[in-house]
Nanobody
Framework: QVQLVESGGGLVQAGGSLRLSCAVS????????MGWYRQSPGNERELVAL???????NYADSVQGRFTISRDNAKNTVYLQMNSLKPEDTAVYYC?????????WGQGTQVTVSS
């Protein structure tokens, strides 16, 4: 059974940093891509960052240059380093694993950025 467990969320002041982690119960080589999404109240879930099996990355325009996605294959863990955080980054952040036939999701971790 595939399980994704996020950690690292919390409350931070604007301009601060957080690092989110996503621990996966199986080898992350199993997936075509790993990603971080976020959802704030009243909004749809949106892609924040994606890292493919070939290590190519994609970022939402709103986080480009501030956030960095990375993966540690030995630990089956994906990270999201978030710098220069803004109040508009406040959301629940979800880890996602894209397999050929389906996607898997974690339970989410809350990130709150105070102004």
């Amino acid at each position: 059974q595939v399980q994704l467990v996020e950690s690292g969320g919390g409350l931070v002041q604007a301009g601060g940093s957080l690092r989110l982690s996503c621990a996966v119960s199986v080898s992350i080589f199993s997936f075509n891509a790993m990603g971080w999404y976020r959802q704030s109240p009243g909004n749809e879930r949106e892609l924040v960052a994606l890292i493919r099996s070939g290590y190519r990355t994609n970022y939402a325009d709103s986080v480009q240059g501030r956030f960095t996605i990375s993966r540690d294959n030995a630990k089956n863990t994906v990270y999201l380093q978030m710098n220069s955080l803004k109040p508009e980054d406040t959301a629940v952040y979800y880890c996602n694993a894209q397999a050929t036939l389906q996607d898997y999701w974690g339970q989410g971790t809350q990130v709150t950025v105070s102004s």
